[in-house]
């Protein structure tokens, strides 16, 4: 018997989303801090046989939590903990800023999806990059004997809503040189749609310069190992534009491509909820289930046309271990999730796990 939906309903659910986001972020933190997870993670971790590779990085499992779900980067070890095998940190600006005015997000608990214009809310790249140290610092301990394979730390990072689109480049450069030490990975993202003008930078005109600057950047501060480079698309780009950025993902032998961010879209909307409600809700991305088929579309597409050894991460609309294994089976080598996080509960990366295990079984006895 599943505890946490009822929960959700008694007290989740009628609660302020950014609110009920804030206890159950601090709830997830209290737990870590009083050793709780860690002493449950020898449980909670996922089994051996889930270990792969990827931008020659080994993760414990393909399964990890998109950015956007720990901002500050306070509830990394916990996270890891309930057996996330890497956990995405961000996104973080070169600024400190508080977002966008609130009401800011929005559950539509009948699509199991939500609804957010947060606009990059956080600490700026400073102040989050001691905590990106700890964490890193507490995971290579942790797993410095014969526990398996760490956790794998990602930190993506956007533009500061006040920096004109023209600095936008200076303003990637000084996140990279805060945060980049203390990244396995390091993502930029050009695809929320909640900074104004920020998707124009995923015309290759732009991003290509963009791309190189982080890259170099990242390469001067970290000088003594390669951090992988990756960019987040949204799936709102036409098809000829994905393969356009596969090109010059090619191009500048990028490490990687993640897709996607949300959506403007509001297509796979109304079927429980209200018409009227969503249009009062107004701009924002779109992420949950409505997001799945157009996110599956794009990782299928991005395969086709990016290098074999180049990894792909699959993102939106992703609730069960079926999902994260379609979309392994579409070409995708790690698979993130966060919207069913929030209606599905701290044991969901585990049951995930678990049933990934289950389902690979079945496989190899045909």
């Known amino acids: 018997m599943r505890i946490y939906p009822t929960i959700f309903n008694i007290v989740f659910k009628k609660m302020d989303p950014e609110l009920a986001h804030h206890v ?10 009083t050793r709780v997870t860690s002493l449950c993670s020898r449980w909670l971790k996922p089994q051996k046989a889930l270990e792969c590779e990827a931008m ?18 306070l509830a990394i070890n916990a996270l890891t903990d309930f057996g996330f095998g890497h956990v995405e940190v961000g996104t973080v600006t070169g600024q400190a800023q508080p977002g966008n005015p609130k009401k800011r997000l929005f559950r539509l608990v009948g699509d199991k999806a ?9 600490d700026g790249a400073a102040k989050v990059a001691p905590r ?21 730390l990602g930190i993506n990072i956007g533009k500061t809503k006040v920096v004109e689109l023209e600095n936008a480049e200076a303003d990637y450069r000084l996140s990279t040189r805060e945060v980049a030490t203390h990244a396995d990975y390091l993502v ?8 104004p003008g920020l998707r124009t930078l995923q015309s290759i005109e732009t991003l290509r310069p963009l791309l190189m600057a982080v890259r170099e950047e990242a390469d001067a501060v970290v000088s003594h190992r390669h951090v992988p480079l990756l960019v987040k698309i949204a799936p709102d780009l036409a098809d000829e534009d994905v393969i356009a950025v596969a090109e010059l993902a090619r191009e500048l032998r990028l490490d990687g491509i993640i897709a996607t961010n949300t959506t403007i879209a509001r297509e796979g909307l109304g079927l429980t909820a209200d018409p009227q409600e969503i249009a009062e809700i107004g ?6 289930q ?40 579409a ?30 079984r079945k496989r190899q006895q045909g």
């Open 132 to 152: 990106l140290r700890r964490a890193m610092q507490v995971l290579e301990r942790e797993y410095g004997d014969s526990r398996g394979a760490r956790p794998v």
């Open 290 to 329: 409505p997001l799945k088929r157009r996110s599956l579309e794009v990782t299928q597409l991005l395969r086709q046309h990016m290098p074999s050894d180049m990894t792909l991460i699959s993102v939106g609309g992703v609730s069960t271990a079926e999902d994260v294994q379609e979309r392994l089976d």
């Open 331 to 360: 070409g995708a080598n790690l698979v993130q999730g966060y919207t069913a996080f929030l209606y599905e509960g701290p044991l969901w990366a585990w049951r995930i796990n678990k049933e990934l295990v289950k389902i690979r």
């Open 114 to 122: 939500v609804i957010n214009r947060m606009g990059f809310n956080n």
């Open 283 to 288: 701009a924002g991305g779109l992420s949950g």
């Open 188 to 195: 930029v993202n050009v695809s929320s749609p909640n900074t």
């Open 56 to 73: 020659g990085l080994t993760f414990p499992t393909p399964f990890g939590v998109a950015a956007g779900f720990d901002k500050a980067g």
């Open 24 to 33: 159950g972020y601090t709830g997830l933190r209290l737990l870590r801090a």
